[in-house]
C-alpha cells in the first residue's frame, strides 16, 4: 500500500493541519490553491477520512486528522534530517562512544596525553581501547567491533583507509647501573644479545617485532619473560639484569620517569611506520574525522 501513497502529501497535510487554510497552505508551500485542494481530495481518498471540513473558523480536523497530526509530524521532520546536509560538529557537547585499536606501546606515551586531551575539549566523547597486533586490528576494523586502529600495517584491503602517524625506532632500555653500561652508551650488537631480555607482545607470543629483524641477519635472543602490557616492565628492569628493547616512544618515556636509560641498537633496521587505519564508510563522518585529527596531534606531540 505504501508503494502506491504519494509521500509527499503527508508535507501538504503536515501544513494544513498547521495553516487550518487551502490559500495559506498553498502560500507556504509555494502551489496554488487549486493544486492543493487536488492534493487534499487525494489525501482523503487515500486515507478513507474527510481529515478536515469546512466551517466558519476554517478547516477543522476530524478525529483521524488529530490522531495523524503528531504522527505525520514525525514523518516530515525525520524526512527532513534524512535530506539535510550534516550539521557542524561541536565536539563540546557531542556525545559518542568510540573502540580504537592498537599495541600496548601506544598506551602511555599516546593515549594518556589523548585521553587527558579529550576530558578537557570533548567530554560527552568515550573511547574504549583494545589491545590488538596488525592482524587482529583489521579483522576487528572489518567485523564493525572497532572503529580506528593504529600501528605497524604491512598490507591493508582497499576498504581501509590509512594515514602515516609517526616512524619508531628501536632502542634498548636497561637500568642506570646496568653492566650492559660498563663500556659506554654505545654497547654493540653481541652485548645487547649477551642479556636476557624482555618481550611485552600483544598476543602473549615469545616473539616480537625485533627478533624477525634479528633472523634476517641470523642473529636470536634469550627471551627471560614475555608479557602483553608495559606494566611492570619499569619495575623489572630496575631490578634486575634483564634489558628490553623497544620502540623509542614508549622506551623514553619510561626513562623520563624512572631510573632507566635508552641505549641505541647497532642494527640497520628500517624505521616503523605507524599508520592509523580505518574503515573507509567513516571517511566523511564528522565526528570520526575529528577523532582522527585528534589521535594524529597526539602522535605527533
Same mark, same amino acid.
Given at each position: 500500500?505504501?508503494?502506491?501513497? %504519494?509521500?509527499?502529501? #503527508?508535507?501538504?497535510?503536515?501544513? *494544513? $493541519? =498547521?495553516?487550518?487554510?487551502?490559500?495559506?497552505? !498553498?502560500?507556504? @508551500?509555494?502551489?496554488?490553491?487549486?493544486?492543493?485542494?487536488?492534493?487534499?481530495?487525494?489525501?482523503?481518498?487515500?486515507?478513507?477520512?474527510?481529515?478536515?471540513?469546512?466551517?466558519?473558523?476554517?478547516?477543522?480536523?476530524?478525529?483521524?486528522?488529530?490522531?495523524?497530526?503528531?504522527?505525520?509530524?514525525?514523518?516530515?521532520?525525520?524526512?527532513?534530517?534524512?535530506?539535510?546536509?550534516?550539521?557542524?560538529?561541536?565536539?563540546?557537547?557531542?556525545?559518542?562512544?568510540?573502540?580504537?585499536?592498537?599495541? %600496548?606501546?601506544?598506551? #602511555?606515551?599516546?593515549?594518556?596525553? *589523548? $585521553? =587527558?586531551?579529550?576530558?578537557?575539549?570533548?567530554? !560527552?566523547?568515550? @573511547?574504549?581501547?583494545?589491545?590488538?597486533?596488525?592482524?587482529?586490528?583489521?579483522?576487528?576494523?572489518?567485523?564493525?567491533?572497532?572503529?580506528?586502529?593504529?600501528?605497524?600495517?604491512?598490507?591493508?584491503?582497499?576498504?581501509?583507509?590509512?594515514?602515516?602517524?609517526?616512524?619508531?625506532?628501536?632502542?634498548?632500555?636497561?637500568?642506570?647501573?646496568?653492566?650492559?653500561?660498563?663500556?659506554?652508551?654505545?654497547?654493540?650488537?653481541?652485548?645487547?644479545?649477551?642479556?636476557?631480555?624482555?618481550?611485552?607482545?600483544?598476543?602473549?607470543?615469545?616473539?616480537?617485532?625485533?627478533?624477525?629483524?634479528?633472523?634476517?641477519?641470523?642473529?636470536?635472543?634469550?627471551?627471560?619473560?614475555?608479557?602483553?602490557?608495559?606494566?611492570?616492565?619499569?619495575?623489572?628492569?630496575?631490578?634486575?639484569?634483564?634489558?628490553?628493547?623497544?620502540?623509542?616512544?614508549?622506551?623514553?618515556?619510561?626513562?623520563?620517569?624512572?631510573?632507566?636509560?635508552?641505549?641505541?641498537?647497532?642494527?640497520?633496521?628500517?624505521?616503523?611506520?605507524?599508520?592509523?587505519?580505518?574503515?573507509?564508510?567513516?571517511?566523511?563522518?564528522?565526528?570520526?574525522?575529528?577523532?582522527?585529527?585528534?589521535?594524529?596531534?597526539?602522535?605527533?606531540?
Amino acid at each position: 500500500m505504501l508503494l502506491n501513497f %504519494d509521500l509527499n502529501l #503527508l508535507v501538504i497535510l503536515h501544513t *494544513l $493541519l =498547521e495553516e487550518r487554510s487551502v490559500t495559506r497552505t !498553498g502560500a507556504r @508551500l509555494g502551489r496554488t490553491q487549486s493544486a492543493i485542494s487536488n492534493a487534499l481530495k487525494r489525501l482523503r481518498d487515500g486515507l478513507g477520512d474527510p481529515l478536515l471540513v469546512r466551517t466558519p473558523d476554517g478547516l477543522s480536523p476530524t478525529p483521524r486528522a488529530v490522531e495523524l497530526a503528531p504522527l505525520v509530524a514525525r514523518i516530515v521532520e525525520d524526512a527532513g534530517a534524512c535530506i539535510a546536509p550534516p550539521g557542524a560538529f561541536d565536539p563540546a557537547t557531542a556525545e559518542a562512544r568510540f573502540t580504537l585499536g592498537a599495541p %600496548d606501546r601506544f598506551s #602511555l606515551p599516546v593515549f594518556l596525553p *589523548l $585521553l =587527558e586531551h579529550l576530558g578537557k575539549v570533548a567530554p !560527552g566523547i568515550v @573511547l574504549n581501547l583494545r589491545t590488538t597486533d596488525r592482524d587482529y586490528a583489521v579483522r576487528l576494523i572489518e567485523g564493525d567491533e572497532i572503529d580506528l586502529a593504529i600501528g605497524w600495517f604491512d598490507h591493508t584491503a582497499p576498504h581501509l583507509e590509512q594515514v602515516m602517524a609517526f616512524e619508531d625506532r628501536f632502542v634498548c632500555l636497561c637500568r642506570e647501573d646496568h653492566p650492559l653500561l660498563d663500556n659506554g652508551r654505545h654497547p654493540t650488537l653481541t652485548d645487547i644479545l649477551g642479556f636476557s631480555h624482555v618481550v611485552v607482545s600483544s598476543t602473549g607470543d615469545r616473539r616480537a617485532a625485533f627478533d624477525a629483524v634479528l633472523a634476517q641477519d641470523g642473529h636470536r635472543r634469550s627471551i627471560a619473560a614475555t608479557m602483553m602490557s608495559f606494566t611492570i616492565v619499569p619495575e623489572l628492569l630496575m631490578q634486575s639484569d634483564l634489558i628490553g628493547v623497544f620502540t623509542h616512544r614508549t622506551s623514553e618515556y619510561f626513562a623520563a620517569r624512572y631510573p632507566l636509560v635508552t641505549v641505541p641498537v647497532p642494527l640497520e633496521v628500517a624505521p616503523i611506520a605507524n599508520h592509523l587505519i580505518w574503515h573507509r564508510r567513516f571517511a566523511k563522518d564528522p565526528a570520526h574525522r575529528w577523532l582522527r585529527e585528534q589521535i594524529m596531534a597526539a602522535c605527533n606531540a
